[in-house]
């Protein structure tokens, strides 16, 4: 886990150990693109198909992850170069990072390891200096910043975009049926009850809302679940939040309507639908946000890639 958090949060030369040949660590330095004065060696592929790999083998192993990760090797290569042509522009126009920005960073890596000497015993253990590490933050640092500069500054999302994204993309916005619910439950362990005990409470207490009686009266007096003290009120739900035996019930009911003792795993249960809300679409006023951090992300991609 520690190699983890260093390997995934710095570039370092540790990708080899994934293709069992660590061994080779001359061919860790070849240099195999050259992006203006940039380079990208073959320890630094290394390390991103590592990295790769490490998003990969909850899926796949063996003989299979490597045929993923060959499959996916132009790919990467070609978003490193991406990232040495940004770098490269950044050195162009003399952005740098201050040291204060390159000491937060390392501060934060830090703050992952149980003290400062486990972190320099990790990078002793994957062969990566201090300076180095100072480096490879300060990079980042620099194409952050003309990102910033190029991309994140010059995006302008027009209000006219919001109502036109609205339109085209209105089942996105559904809002599905909710129900307010109150709940009585009767939990065998909790009333010192056996199972066959506490069904007869549960049954009893039925019985009493069949006569008449406050469900929140009852809820406080007999109710082991949630929100008992305010009558069991469970708040909105929507379908799929409750287990589906008691969703298949409840969400049948009508405004005011009473469910059967049902039976779960967690005792036995006594619905009250409160308040119903149908399905619909939200108000283009409730989406707005949504839909101007879609806009964005959308558009600077789109600048990016130019």
């Known amino acids: 886990m520690i190699h983890r958090i260093v390997k995934s ?118 062969g990566v200096s201090l300076n180095e590490l100072r480096f490879r933050y300060a990079d980042q640092i620099r194409v952050a910043k003309i990102v910033e500069m190029e991309i994140r500054k010059k995006i302008m999302i027009s209000p006219a975009d919001l109502p036109d994204y609205y339109n085209l993309h209105k089942p996105e916005f559904i809002e599905p049926q909710q129900i307010r619910l109150k709940n009585i439950l009767i939990k065998p362990r909790d009333n010192e009850l056996s199972g066959p005990d506490a069904r007869a ?46 969703d298949d019930v409840v969400f049948n009911l009508n405004t005011g309507g009473r469910s059967s003792v049902i039976k779960t795993q967690l005792g036995y249960h006594i619905f009250r639908v409160e308040e119903k809300k149908p399905e619909r679409i939200k108000d283009l006023s409730e989406v707005k946000a949504d839909i101007e951090r879609i806009l964005f992300i959308e558009k600077s991609k789109q600048r990016y890639n130019e």
């Open 9 to 126: 949060a710095v570039v370092i030369c540790a990708a080899a150990a994934v293709f069992s040949a660590r061994a080779e660590t001359a061919m860790l330095d070849k240099v195999i693109v050259i992006v203006n004065d940039e380079t990208v060696t073959q320890g630094e592929l290394d390390t991103a198909l590592y990295s790769m790999a490490e998003r990969l083998k909850d899926k796949y192993s063996g003989e299979e992850l490597s045929k993923q990760l060959e499959a996916r090797k132009k790919e990467i290569l070609e978003r490193m170069v991406d990232e040495k042509v940004i770098l490269s522009e950044a050195r162009r126009r003399n952005i740098e990072a201050v040291d204060s920005e390159i000491e937060s960073k390392l501060q934060e890596i830090k703050s992952k390891f149980d003290s400062d000497d486990r972190f320099y015993e990790a990078l002793r253990e994957e």
């Open 201 to 246: 409470l549960a049954e009893k207490v039925l019985g009493f809302l069949d006569a008449g009686e406050d469900f929140d009266k009852l809820a406080l007096e007999y109710s082991k679940g949630p929100n008992a003290d305010k009558g069991g009120d469970l708040g909105f739900i929507k379908r799929g939040q409750m287990l589906s035996e008691i």
